[in-house]
């Protein structure tokens, strides 16, 4: 499963970027051509679409898919790295051959901690070939390329908010015994609170008070600090404050895994796990 | 029975919830000797197998491996410890070379060495390369038998270890188990399989609910290997009458007649009576009493004689 994710990563990275190059382009040439009547703004709408392939929007584009599509990898990635130590029966094993439980736990959250380090690098590294590749291809300027300085902290940020996912992921494979109830409950969490928390700050903008204390706003408020956001957010000026927001990211850590080791620490070990 | 004791339990109890699945158990194993486990389904054996290596928090009581309490110094206490447990579990995707390696780093020590003299003493050396998930269960069996010797255990701990075994992998799987007795290591065997105990167990532990019933050596569990007389019979009440009068004491009905226990000499006798009163018996024929009798008599759910430990 972790090659098959990092294939996966680099391999949607690259189809993604030629895709909205393909579709794009296509619109843009039919605009021109007479086939399909122009955007009430002109194409400069299309074009300026065309512009998030440039290697010098990778900080926003590539990096926030990476960011997308590796939370949801990671979630399932975490859940099963530790739930089919209970399929399999692979945790009572250890145990009986003198494996202590903290040092299980530990050496879990420590080879996810150094996966999702391997994946978001793997994952930037992809989005960049992906933009000088489809930039080449599509004859597009990469002007002044790549801000490095601008990528990495980019890619330390969107490292940073898969670790409250994962763990929580981690924490409810360990309760459940199961890595399909850490895949589902992490979903669930990483799209319905998101969903929730915007809804609930659309109606009134006094319920940021609340859900700011939540994952997926603390998420927000991590990513666009200090960078031109992708995708707008009619909520943004709500926003926790960046700081508070990964403060708040640590601790869900730290509740989750503690969770997860109180829970193994007590735990009779019967079948399985 | 002078060798160091390996493993001692002193009162250990475990009750899930108002069940109580171990309830006071004392046992020992000693160096060198072979202990069998015998109890029914649900008999608390496997809860019993992991309060001793410490996945069961034991509701009181305590289990000591060379001395040390498993609860308190768990990991110091296990590293004396080789344990299969009843379902043979590893990474599917690893070889069973990967799989036994990485219970070796997890041993640490000489294990690593051990990797393949164990893979080729357990007959898996041609096939240590291929994926645990093709193993068959005979196969895997194997592996799990390797596991526990990779840290040359004082103590080795098999739960089921001939489950789907042939019959000749059976065999040396006793062969096996005698040798590791002879390696001065104590061996705790749970099985179901009786004659499989009867050929190894240096002395067998019966439990029923939680409770040791009957402990010994085969010899004493079958009472000296005594002997009955099956005689097969029509009219079951009269001829145990009959035979009550000659002083017969342990008669059982069984579905074709009687069971008596009686001296092997006095089937003459019995014949006679038998044939006085007007019952002739179709057969009278002498048997020893097998584990497997005892076993079913102190096992069965109603049966009076389920005492408390010997």
């Known amino acids: ?273 | 029975m002078t060798g160091e004791v390996v493993l001692r339990t002193n009162g250990l109890v475990k009750r899930f919830g108002s069940i109580t699945a171990v309830n006071g158990l004392d046992l020992e194993v000693r160096r060198g000797e072979v202990v069998g486990l015998l109890g029914p389904n649900g008999a608390g054996k496997s809860t019993t197998i992991g309060m001793v290596l410490g996945l069961i928090a034991p509701t009181a009581g305590s289990a000591e491996v060379l001395g040390r309490d498993v609860r308190v110094r768990r990991e110091e206490a296990l590293a004396g410890v080789g344990a299969m447990l009843e379902v043979t579990s590893f990474y599917p995707y690893l070889s069973g070379r990967d799989n036994l390696t990485g219970v070796a780093l997890l041993r640490g020590g000489g294990a690593l060495a051990r990797v393949d003299p164990l893979l080729a003493r357990l007959g898996l050396a041609q096939r240590g390369g291929s994926k645990f998930r093709t193993y068959s269960l005979g196969m895997r069996q194997r592996l799990g038998i390797a596991s526990t010797l990779l840290s040359d255990p004082a103590l080795v701990i098999l739960d089921e270890p001939a489950n789907g075994l042939d019959p000749a992998g059976q065999r040396e799987i006793r062969e096996l188990i005698r040798e590791l007795a002879g390696e001065n290591r104590g061996v705790l065997l749970a099985s179901h399989l009786l004659h499989e105990v009867e050929q190894v167990c240096d002395r067998v532990l019966v439990i029923k609910k939680g409770k040791l019933i009957a402990s010994g050596t085969i010899a004493e569990i079958t009472r000296g290997g005594g002997s009955y007389f099956e005689i097969v019979v029509g009219d079951q009440t009269r001829a145990a009458q009959i035979l009550r009068g000659l002083g017969v004491k342990e008669i059982r009905e069984t579905p074709t007649g009687l069971d008596v226990v009686a001296d092997p000499a006095r089937g003459a006798e019995l014949n006679r009576a038998l044939a006085s009163a007007g019952l002739y018996a179709s057969a009278i024929v002498p048997r020893a009493s097998s584990l497997e009798d005892v076993f079913m008599e102190l096992t069965e759910p109603e049966s009076p004689s389920a005492s408390p430990a010997s």
């Not at chain 1, 530990?106 to 994946?119: G, H, P, Q, R």
């Not at chain 1, 998101?194 to 204390?213: M, P, Q």
């Not at chain 1, 403060?247 to 997860?260: D, G, N, P, S, T």
């Open chain 1, 1 to 273: 499963m972790p090659w098959i994710m990092l294939g996966l990563i680099v391999l949607t990275a690259f189809l993604l970027y030629f895709l909205i190059w393909a579709s794009v382009n296509a619109q843009l040439q039919a605009v021109k051509n007479g086939t399909i009547p122009a955007p009430a703004g002109g194409t400069a709408q299309l074009e300026q679409t065309l512009r998030m392939i440039a290697p010098d929007r990778v900080a926003q584009f590539g990096v926030g898919l990476v960011s997308g599509l590796g939370s949801v990898m990671l979630i399932v990635f975490a859940a099963s790295h530790v739930g089919t130590e209970f399929g399999w029966g692979t945790f009572r094993t250890l145990l009986a051959h003198g494996a202590s439980r903290t040092g299980f736990l530990v050496a879990k959250a420590a080879s996810l901690l150094l996966y999702a380090f391997v994946f978001i690098v793997v994952g930037t590294l992809a989005a960049i070939g992906a933009s000088y590749a489809v930039s080449a291809v599509a004859g597009i300027s990469v002007g002044s390329g790549v801000d490095v300085a601008e990528v990495t902290r980019a890619a330390v940020k969107a490292g940073y908010i898969f670790l409250p996912y994962m763990a929580l992921a981690l924490a409810i494979a360990v309760w459940s015994k199961s890595a399909g109830a850490g895949i589902a409950a992490g979903l669930v969490v990483y799209f319905a609170e998101g969903i929730v928390a915007t809804l609930l700050v659309s109606l009134n903008k006094d319920y940021a008070e609340i859900v700011n204390w939540g994952l997926s706003r603390s998420v927000s408020a991590v990513t666009r600090a200090g960078s031109s956001a992708a995708v707008p957010d009619p909520t943004a000026s709500t926003l926790p404050d960046p700081t508070r927001a990964a403060i708040v990211l640590a601790v869900y850590c730290v509740i989750f895994l503690v969770l997860a080791y109180w829970r193994l620490r007590s735990r009779d070990v019967t079948v399985g796990g």
